[in-house]
């Protein structure tokens, strides 16, 4: 059982930065794909990038491509998102997720474990 704790959240104004955190506990996550998404009211959670357990291959939503960088820390078995020129459309909340994956790949679904979520919201 993996146990996932998003914190790093915040208001912040359009163009500033913010960088996620999403500690895990549990099993080491060596063999974990990683994931963040996210969403906003009235809307679908959405991807929004995915890390292989490698750390070499890395993934994002168009939306996000340039602005946002995924990142893990195995020692501390943590995900990161920093986030830059942060737009009101990026507004949400944003959840992390893993998953135990044979082949070192991202994925943009399909995610077995999920935290709780942290509010991000910008303001114009």
């Known amino acids: 059982q993996v146990h996932l704790v998003e914190s790093g959240g915040g208001l912040v104004q359009a163009g500033g930065s913010l960088r996620l955190s999403c500690a895990a506990s549990g099993p080491p996550l060596r063999t974990y794909a990683m994931g963040w998404f996210r969403q906003a009211p009235g809307k679908e959670r959405e991807f929004v990038a995915s890390?292989?357990?490698?750390?070499?291959?890395?993934e994002y939503a168009d939306s996000v491509k340039g602005r946002f960088t995924i990142s893990r820390d195995y020692v501390k078995n943590t995900v990161y998102l920093q986030m830059n020129s942060l737009k009101p459309e990026d507004t949400a909340v944003y959840y992390c997720?893993?998953?135990?994956?044979?082949?070192?790949?991202?994925?943009?679904?399909?995610?077995?474990?999920w935290g709780q979520g942290t509010q991000v919201t910008v303001s114009s």
């Open positions: 997720a893993v998953r135990n994956t044979i082949y070192d790949i991202t994925l943009s679904d399909d995610y077995d474990y």
């Open positions: 890390i292989s357990w490698s750390g070499a291959n890395t």
